[in-house]
Each structure stands twice: as C-alpha cells, then as structure tokens.
C-alpha cells in the first residue's frame, strides 16, 4: 500500500481528471490531509455502500489515473 500511496502523491496534481466521489475515496483511503480510513468505513462514512463497491471505485479511479498520466507524458 505505501507504493500505491507514494506513487498517488507523487501524481495528485492529476485527481482533476477523477470524479469528486472518486477523488474523496482515494484521499480518505491513503490519508491525504485527513487520518486514512478502511475501504469499509468510507463506504459507511460517505456513500452507505459496502467496502466492496469502495475498493471497486478505488480500482478504476486508479486505474484511470494510470492512463492518464501514460497519455500526458
């Protein structure tokens, strides 16, 4: 996870691309400006959804993330 978070960090300049809902997941999720919470307790916290419908927004946030920066350089 530290990997994923350091290369988040290192791209955050690019979460404009990202849904406001997909951007809240991934800084909850990886403690950007806030103490990092499970995929379990954003879904109760923000949306009233199962972790498993978090993870799966988290995945293709990053996902697009990913493909974005691989178009931008």
């Not at 800084?27 to 919470?37: K, S, T």
């Not at 946030?61 to 974005?68: D, E, F, N, P, S």
Request: proline share 3%; glycine share 6%; aromatic share 8%.
């Amino acid at each position: 996870m530290k990997k994923l978070r350091d290369y988040l960090s290192r791209n955050i300049e690019h979460f404009s691309i990202l849904t406001p809902r997909e951007q809240l997941i991934l800084r909850a999720h990886y403690g950007f400006g806030q103490p990092a919470l499970t995929l379990k307790e954003i879904g109760k916290k923000y949306f009233e959804v199962t972790g498993e419908a978090v993870r799966l927004i988290e995945k293709r946030a990053i996902q697009k993330l990913k493909k974005h920066r691989s178009t931008v350089k």
